[in-house]
């Protein structure tokens, strides 16, 4: 063990302080008994924004004070050492030094310093950087001072002997001091003297030495036990009252010094104070004898663990059966690495076993600072820091950036990552893998009808569902909403998948009980296979979504893998995208009507705005190939506001040269409900501008519209109804509309969707169902729209029926304008010579 009065003869003992220092993250600084400097690490001249230069040129404490007050570093404050209490201690070489606070304005920082006095060798100072703690602590500054007040009251008392009286007086402070209370110990003379060592006692009344004076000073430290038998140490400082050389009163400032006096005592040689100079910073020290493997664990380790002194054997071995199986390789790793002289020092983070069971992060860091003639190192020295909270936050972001928080499958980006790692095994292994999209059907239903918890919980159970029907090498994600992505990978042949694939739909058509509600869903499916339809992620990636594209439009509950034709029409989606966005500006769009007949009498009196698309370079567009890619993208939205807007001026028209009761229908998608142009002109306003009421338009709707639980939609619906324009429910019978549905929002027509009416025949249950619709579309006071009518026995069965109208090849195809009004000129004029 080096003394700390070994310090200035040697070299090596200079050495091994200059390593010491190093290896501390604080800043210290030493000065020799002359008040120079004689070391300083290297974090020093950082802290104190001081050039190596000056330090290395061992200026006084005062110089560097006074450099640092010519800069102007300590933000208008007074020069440390004008202090009187400094200038005495430093004078007399032997009062206490108190720590002090540098604010160094020019850098924003604040430095806490600890100023100790080395035994006839000078001063040793430590600077810690606590700006975080002072500017957190200035925000917290009301509740502070009642801290500080608290901490203050439980350090310090005061007390007063009357010794003309025999009475004792003591303040709080001084209570809690000697772990009492005053409702359960009453200070006297008699009573406090068992509280005093006999040192005590004979250096308490060595104090008393009259001066001539009416009141004389002392100051004393005496070990003292407290009612609860602890032995702690006290510091009394105060003032005697004389009289006639007698004294007669004492009053007293007494503070516990019990820690200060424990670290003077641990300060009796220099290998003492450098190490609780480390552990003063929260570290915690190790001291290792390399050769025999003899390691010094400091109390501050052993506290991190949950040890006490001698709980541990003094071995690096001792210490190393405590560190976690899955770290303790690289550990020694490193270690040997360092003792190899590879690196410079060793870091390594890795968890230590506590006492109590439970695993502790720690940043181990130290260095050899001795070695033998041979180079073989002899002495390793280090700190643990505790980092636990730190890899615990750490955990959490990066479970929170991989996961999904609801389901606890990964997430995109993981899936990502697990597909891309999976993707190398199957390349090195010669094997396949399959990426699948899932999309639950009917999902949104579900959501809009039992609401979101419900939702959740068919989302939780539907990822349960799913892996159970893989093994543990595949890989289930969640990708959002009710999209999940499932990795089957290490296939030998793709045919492996067909065990898999339909126990897939199976498990996810199986119904679902939420709550007290049973529901059912059921899923689409797009696979793709590596290698055999690419090698890519992002192809993957796309090949699937291709697929699952074509299970939902081929019906849905089903799988499609990809193809070639797949990408094919994928292009062509996309090219339709493209072509799209440009057809409304480029005035490609025409509108056409298709005649909705009274069944009763014959006239037409309604029609039905229906768009079409005139490519430039494809020509007529099928809606049914471009209605779904509006939809998808969104412009569907503006094409809507195209549509009323032609349709209301044409039933302008109409309403002069037709009937003045003339009604066109319009088709509104349920984007149109949910995202609304806020820019765009209401219906209702456009129709008065033109001087048109509000029935002279129909709404069209679909049945899943009326399930929607946003008030934007449910709002809008009911407007409309205020409003007087009409409500028409579109493809009746294909959704999951309910009688209360259809009152809620005072529906004007029903239409029977052209799947009943296509085969209606005597006798066939499609004309039960018509039937049953319409009459209770009467009793509801709805009228009834049949589609699709193409034969003169549909319309006949659909009139016997009381069907109000009726739509469809047997009356028109949708024409333009002028075939609308030539038809219509046609079916009066044939009207008219029937009667």
């Given at each position: 063990?080096?003394?700390?009065?070994?310090?200035?003869?040697?070299?090596?003992?200079?050495?091994?302080?200059?390593?010491?220092?190093?290896?501390?993250?604080?800043?210290?600084?030493?000065?020799?008994?002359?008040?120079?400097?004689?070391?300083?690490?290297?974090?020093?001249?950082?802290?104190?924004?001081?050039?190596?230069?000056?330090?290395?040129?061992?200026?006084?404490?005062?110089?560097v004070y006074d450099f640092q007050m010519q800069r102007g570093d300590?933000?208008?404050?007074?020069?440390?050492?004008?202090?009187?209490?400094?200038?005495?201690?430093?004078?007399?070489?032997?009062?206490?030094?108190?720590?002090?606070?540098?604010?160094?304005?020019?850098?924003?920082?604040?430095?806490?310093?600890?100023?100790?006095?080395?035994?006839?060798?000078?001063?040793?100072?430590?600077?810690?950087?606590?700006?975080?703690?002072?500017?957190?602590?200035?925000?917290?500054?009301?509740?502070?001072?009642?801290?500080?007040?608290?901490?203050?009251?439980?350090?310090?008392?005061?007390?007063?002997?009357?010794?003309?009286?025999?009475?004792?007086?003591?303040?709080?402070?001084?209570?809690?001091?000697?772990?009492?209370?005053?409702?359960?110990?009453?200070?006297?003379?008699?009573?406090?003297?068992?509280?005093?060592?006999?040192?005590?006692?004979?250096?308490?009344?060595?104090?008393?030495?009259?001066?001539?004076?009416?009141?004389?000073?002392?100051?004393?430290?005496?070990?003292?036990?407290?009612?609860?038998?602890?032995?702690?140490?006290?510091?009394?400082?105060?003032?005697?009252?004389?009289?006639?050389?007698?004294?007669?009163?004492?009053?007293?400032?007494?503070?516990?010094?019990?820690?200060?006096?424990?670290?003077?005592?641990?300060?009796?040689?220099?290998?003492?104070?450098?190490?609780?100079?480390?552990?003063?910073?929260?570290?915690?020290?190790?001291?290792?004898?390399?050769?025999?493997?003899?390691?010094?664990?400091?109390?501050?380790?052993?506290?991190?663990?949950?040890?006490?002194?001698?709980?541990?054997?003094?071995?690096?071995?001792?210490?190393?059966?405590?560190?976690?199986?899955?770290?303790?390789?690289?550990?020694?790793?490193?270690?040997?690495?360092?003792?190899?002289?590879?690196?410079?020092?060793?870091?390594?983070?890795?968890?230590?076993?506590?006492?109590?069971?439970?695993?502790?992060?720690?940043?181990?860091?130290?260095?050899?600072?001795?070695?033998?003639?041979?180079?073989?190192?002899?002495?390793?020295?280090?700190?643990?820091?505790?980092?636990?909270?730190?890899?615990?936050?750490?955990?959490?972001?990066?479970?929170?950036?991989?996961?999904?928080?609801?389901?606890?499958?990964?997430?995109?980006?993981?899936?990502?990552?697990?597909?891309?790692?999976?993707?190398?095994?199957?390349?090195?292994?010669?094997?396949?893998?399959?990426?699948?999209?899932?999309?639950?059907?009917?999902?949104?239903?579900?959501?809009?009808?039992?609401?979101?918890?419900?939702?959740?919980?068919?989302?939780?159970?539907?990822?349960?569902?799913?892996?159970?029907?893989?093994?543990?090498?595949?890989?289930?994600?969640?990708?959002?909403?009710?999209?999940?992505?499932?990795?089957?990978?290490?296939?030998?042949?793709?045919?492996?998948?067909?065990?898999?694939?339909?126990?897939?739909?199976?498990?996810?058509?199986?119904?679902?009980?939420?709550?007290?509600?049973?529901?059912?869903?059921?899923?689409?499916?797009?696979?793709?296979?590596?290698?055999?339809?690419?090698?890519?992620?992002?192809?993957?990636?796309?090949?699937?979504?291709?697929?699952?594209?074509?299970?939902?439009?081929?019906?849905?509950?089903?799988?499609?893998?990809?193809?070639?034709?797949?990408?094919?029409?994928?292009?062509?989606?996309?090219?339709?995208?493209?072509?799209?966005?440009?057809?409304?500006?480029?005035?490609?769009?025409?509108?056409?009507?298709?005649?909705?007949?009274?069944?009763?009498?014959?006239?037409?009196?309604?029609?039905?705005?229906?768009?079409?698309?005139?490519?430039?370079?494809?020509?007529?567009?099928?809606?049914?190939?471009?209605?779904?890619?509006?939809?998808?993208?969104?412009?569907?939205?503006?094409?809507?506001?195209?549509?009323?807007?032609?349709?209301?001026?044409?039933?302008?028209?109409?309403?002069?040269?037709?009937?003045?009761?003339?009604?066109?229908?319009?088709?509104?998608?349920?984007?149109?409900?949910?995202?609304?142009?806020?820019?765009?002109?209401?219906?209702?306003?456009?129709?008065?501008?033109?001087?048109?009421?509000?029935?002279?338009?129909?709404?069209?709707?679909?049945?899943?519209?009326?399930?929607?639980?946003?008030?934007?939609?449910?709002?809008?619906?009911?407007?409309?109804?205020?409003?007087?324009?009409?409500?028409?429910?579109?493809?009746?019978?294909?959704?999951?509309?309910s009688l209360s549905y259809l009152q809620k929002f005072d529906i004007?027509?029903?239409?029977?969707?052209?799947?009943?009416?296509?085969?209606?025949?005597?006798?066939?249950?499609?004309?039960?169902?018509?039937?049953?619709?319409?009459?209770?579309?009467?009793?509801?006071?709805?009228?009834?729209?049949?589609?699709?009518?193409?034969?003169?026995?549909?319309?006949?069965?659909?009139?016997?029926?009381?069907?109000?109208?009726?739509?469809?090849?047997?009356?028109?195809?949708?024409?333009?304008?002028?075939?609308?009004?030539?038809?219509?000129?046609?079916?009066?004029?044939?009207?008219?010579?029937?009667?």
């Amino acid at each position: 063990m080096i003394k700390y009065s070994e310090f200035n003869p040697g070299q090596e003992t200079a050495d091994f302080w200059q390593t010491l220092l190093a290896s501390i993250s604080q800043g210290v600084c030493v000065f020799d008994a002359n008040g120079y400097i004689s070391l300083f690490n290297h974090c020093l001249p950082e802290l104190l924004d001081l050039p190596e230069e000056f330090l290395a040129s061992r200026p006084s404490l005062r110089e560097v004070y006074d450099f640092q007050m010519q800069r102007g570093d300590f933000a208008g404050a007074p020069h440390p050492l004008d202090n009187p209490s400094w200038e005495a201690s430093l004078e007399d070489g032997q009062g206490l030094i108190p720590d002090h606070l540098l604010r160094l304005k020019h850098l924003g920082r604040t430095l806490q310093v600890q100023t100790k006095r080395l035994p006839g060798t000078g001063l040793i100072q430590i600077f810690a950087d606590v700006s975080d703690y002072m500017q957190a602590e200035a925000g917290r500054k009301r509740a502070n001072q009642l801290l500080f007040a608290t901490q203050a009251i439980a350090e310090l008392g005061g007390w007063e002997v009357d010794l003309q009286l025999n009475q004792v007086t003591w303040t709080d402070g001084v209570y809690r001091i000697f772990d009492t209370t005053p409702q359960a110990f009453t200070p006297t003379p008699v009573t406090i003297r068992p509280l005093f060592t006999e040192q005590a006692l004979a250096i308490e009344k060595a104090s008393y030495q009259p001066m001539g004076q009416p009141t004389s000073p002392h100051e004393f430290e005496v070990e003292v036990i407290t009612l609860k038998g602890r032995h702690i140490w006290l510091h009394s400082r105060g003032t005697t009252n004389w009289v006639n050389d007698r004294a007669v009163k004492r009053t007293a400032i007494v503070q516990d010094i019990t820690r200060r006096k424990q670290t003077e005592l641990a300060l009796r040689d220099s290998e003492a104070r450098w190490k609780l100079a480390l552990e003063s910073v929260g570290d915690g020290l190790w001291d290792l004898q390399v050769q025999s493997g003899e390691q010094y664990l400091s109390p501050n380790l052993l506290r991190m663990y949950g040890y006490d002194d001698g709980e541990l054997k003094s071995s690096l071995d001792e210490l190393d059966a405590l560190i976690h199986p899955e770290d303790i390789g690289r550990l020694q790793h490193d270690r040997q690495a360092h003792f190899q002289g590879l690196t410079p020092t060793i870091s390594n983070e890795h968890r230590v076993l506590c006492k109590d069971g439970s695993w502790k992060w720690v940043h181990s860091r130290g260095m050899v600072i001795s070695r033998d003639v041979q180079g073989q190192p002899l002495r390793m020295i280090g700190t643990h820091s505790d980092i636990t909270e730190r890899k615990t936050a750490d955990a959490l972001v990066w479970q929170q950036a991989h996961f999904d928080a609801l389901t606890g499958l990964p997430n995109r980006r993981l899936m990502r990552e697990r597909l891309v790692q999976e993707i190398k095994k199957c390349r090195r292994n010669r094997l396949k893998l399959a990426l699948l999209f899932i999309d639950l059907d009917h999902f949104k239903e579900v959501n809009d009808t039992l609401g979101h918890d419900r939702g959740d919980e068919l989302l939780v159970e539907a990822a349960r569902r799913i892996q159970r029907c893989l093994r543990e090498v595949d890989t289930v994600a969640r990708m959002g909403g009710d999209e999940f992505t499932v990795i089957v990978t290490g296939l030998s042949d793709e045919a492996n998948l067909q065990g898999i694939l339909p126990k897939l739909l199976y498990a996810l058509s199986a119904p679902f009980q939420l709550g007290l509600d049973q529901v059912f869903v059921s899923a689409s499916m797009g696979v793709t296979v590596y290698p055999t339809d690419t090698l890519e992620v992002e192809d993957l990636l796309k090949n699937a979504d291709q697929a699952l594209y074509v299970a939902k439009a081929a019906g849905r509950n089903r799988f499609s893998f990809f193809t070639a034709a797949l990408q094919e029409a994928a292009m062509q989606r996309a090219q339709l995208t493209h072509d799209l966005r440009a057809a409304l500006p480029a005035q490609e769009f025409c509108i056409v009507y298709q005649p909705i007949v009274t069944l009763s009498s014959g006239e037409i009196h309604k029609a039905e705005a229906l768009i079409r698309w005139q490519h430039p370079q494809r020509g007529l567009i099928s809606p049914a190939d471009f209605i779904p890619v509006a939809e998808s993208s969104g412009l569907i939205v503006e094409m809507g506001e195209w549509v009323f807007a032609q349709a209301a001026a044409q039933v302008k028209a109409w309403r002069s040269r037709l009937h003045p009761q003339f009604q066109v229908s319009v088709n509104k998608s349920p984007l149109q409900f949910e995202n609304p142009n806020p820019n765009h002109v209401p219906w209702i306003e456009q129709l008065r501008a033109l001087g048109l009421p509000g029935e002279s338009i129909v709404v069209e709707i679909t049945e899943g519209l009326l399930l929607s639980t946003s008030s934007g939609v449910v709002e809008q619906l009911l407007k409309l109804r205020d409003q007087g324009i009409n409500v028409s429910l579109d493809d009746f019978g294909t959704g999951y509309s309910s009688l209360s549905y259809l009152q809620k929002f005072d529906i004007d027509f029903i239409k029977i969707d052209q799947s009943f009416v296509r085969h209606l025949t005597p006798d066939s249950t499609n004309l039960v169902l018509c039937q049953a619709i319409i009459a209770m579309a009467h009793a509801l006071g709805m009228k009834v729209i049949a589609e699709g009518v193409e034969t003169a026995q549909q319309r006949d069965l659909l009139a016997a029926a009381g069907c109000d109208y009726a739509q469809g090849y047997l009356y028109s195809r949708p024409v333009n304008v002028t075939e609308f009004e030539a038809m219509v000129k046609r079916s009066e004029e044939a009207l008219d010579q029937a009667v």
